[in-house]
T-cell receptor, first 114, second 111 residues
Framework: DAGVIQSPRHEVTEMGQEVTLRCKPISGHNSLFWYRQTMMRGLELLIYFNNNVPIDDSGMPEDRFSAKMPNASFSTLKIQPSEPRDSAVYFC????????????FGSGTQLSVL | GENVEQHPSTLSVQEGDSAVIKCTYSDSASNYFPWYKQELGKRPQLIIDIRSNVGEKKDQRIAVTLNKTAKHFSLHITETQPEDSAVYFCAASSGYSTLTFGKGTMLLVSP
C-alpha cells in the first residue's frame, strides 16, 4: 500500500492567491482528517470526514478555508484568499474505524504564503 | 473539550540514558492515549498506545504508563539511541471523539 498521498509537497504562493491541497487516503479507510502544524500551535485538527461526510469542522479557522471529500479516495483543502499566517505544514491522515484509532499521516504539504 | 498538556517541550539526554515525557489531560472520560513520533521533516507515526483499562504497556525500549486518578500518562524510553531523536506527541480521546494532541516534546539524544 502506498499510504496516504498528499500533493503538492511544497507550495509557495503570494498573499491573496487560492491554494488547493490534495489528499488520497489509504484504500478502505473510512475516516479522513486534515491537520495543520505550526511551531506555536502544534498539531491542530481542521476537519474530520467519516464515510465522505464532514463530521467536525470546528477547527476550520474561518470562511477562507473549505474542505471537500467527493468520494472515498480523494479530498481537498482549499484556502481562498491565502494569507501569510496560513503558512504551515498541512497533513492529511486517514484511519479505519473509530476516529481515535491509529492515524496514518501523509507526508504533508509545506505551504508558504508570501 | 479535551485539553492535553505535555512536558517538557525539549529534552536533551546522552545516548544510553532514559527519557521520560509526561502528559496530563482534562477530560475524565478520555480512554485512549496514543504516542506519535515525528522525525525531522517527516510525518507523525504511531509508536505505542494505551487504553484506560490498562496501567502500563511496553514495547521493547518504550513503555507508557497511565494514572487515571491523576489524569496523567507518560512515555518512557530506555537505553536511548541517536535515532530516537525526534518530536514526540501525546494525545487523548474519549468514545468516538477525535484525538487532541499535546504540543510536542523535542527529544535530542547526543552520542
Amino acid at each position: 500500500d502506498a499510504g496516504v498521498i498528499q500533493s503538492p509537497r511544497h507550495e509557495v504562493t503570494e498573499m491573496g492567491q487560492e491554494v488547493t491541497l490534495r489528499c488520497k487516503p489509504i484504500s478502505g479507510h473510512n475516516s479522513l482528517f486534515w491537520y495543520r502544524q505550526t511551531m506555536m500551535r502544534g498539531l491542530e485538527l481542521l476537519i474530520y470526514f467519516n464515510n465522505n461526510v464532514p463530521i467536525d469542522d470546528s477547527g476550520m479557522p474561518e470562511d477562507r478555508f473549505s474542505a471537500k471529500m467527493p468520494n472515498a479516495s480523494f479530498s481537498t483543502l482549499k484556502i481562498q484568499p491565502s494569507e501569510p499566517r496560513d503558512s504551515a505544514v498541512y497533513f492529511c491522515a486517514s484511519s479505519l474505524g473509530a476516529p481515535k484509532e491509529k492515524l496514518f499521516f501523509g507526508s504533508g504539504t509545506q505551504l508558504s504564503v508570501l | 473539550g479535551e485539553n492535553v498538556e505535555q512536558h517538557p517541550s525539549t529534552l536533551s539526554v546522552q545516548e544510553g540514558d532514559s527519557a521520560v515525557i509526561k502528559c496530563t489531560y482534562s477530560d475524565s472520560a478520555s480512554n485512549y492515549f496514543p504516542w506519535y513520533k515525528q522525525e525531522l521533516g517527516k510525518r507523525p507515526q504511531l509508536i505505542i498506545d494505551i487504553r484506560s483499562n490498562v496501567g502500563e504497556k511496553k514495547d521493547q525500549r518504550i513503555a507508557v504508563t497511565l494514572n487515571k486518578t491523576a489524569k496523567h500518562f507518560s512515555l518512557h524510553i530506555t537505553e536511548t539511541q541517536p535515532e530516537d531523536s525526534a518530536v514526540y506527541f501525546c494525545a487523548a480521546s474519549s468514545g468516538y471523539s477525535t484525538l487532541t494532541f499535546g504540543k510536542g516534546t523535542m527529544l535530542l539524544v547526543s552520542p
